[in-house]
């Protein structure tokens, strides 16, 4: 079992940054992948981006790349989502969640958070 519980989130301006983390318990973490999703209200859960269990593959959304960049501080069994130039469409419930394979499905994905709501204003 993995536990995973995210901070980070909140209110900011278009074009502002937040960092969200994701802190995780359980499992070595150093096995995992883990990934961030996020859900918008009356929509589907998307994609947006993973890291590999060291760090080395990362892959993001086309929707933030270049403007959000994953993190993973193993020693710390935690992964961060740093969010630069943020949009208003980039308002959503925040997710982590660890997977045992590198993928951009959800299916794959075994752990989840409980989310964290971020709201980008215009």
């Known amino acids: 079992q993995v536990q995973l519980v995210e901070s980070g989130g909140g209110l900011v301006q278009a074009g502002g940054s937040l960092r969200l983390s994701c802190a995780a318990s359980?499992?070595?973490?150093?096995?995992?992948?883990m990934g961030w999703f996020r859900q918008a209200p009356g929509k589907d859960r998307e994609f947006v981006a993973y890291s590999s269990p060291r760090g080395y593959t990362t892959n993001y959304a086309d929707s933030v790349k270049g403007r959000f960049t994953i993190s993973r501080d193993n020693a710390k069994n935690t992964v961060y989502l740093r969010m630069n130039s943020l949009k208003p469409e980039d308002t959503a419930v925040y997710y982590c969640?660890?997977?045992?394979?590198?993928?951009?499905?959800?299916?794959?994905?075994?752990?989840w958070g409980q989310g964290t709501q971020v709201t980008v204003s215009s």
């Open positions: 359980g499992r070595t973490f150093s096995s995992l992948v």
């Open positions: 969640a660890a997977a045992l394979i590198l993928s951009a499905k959800d299916d794959n994905y075994d752990y």
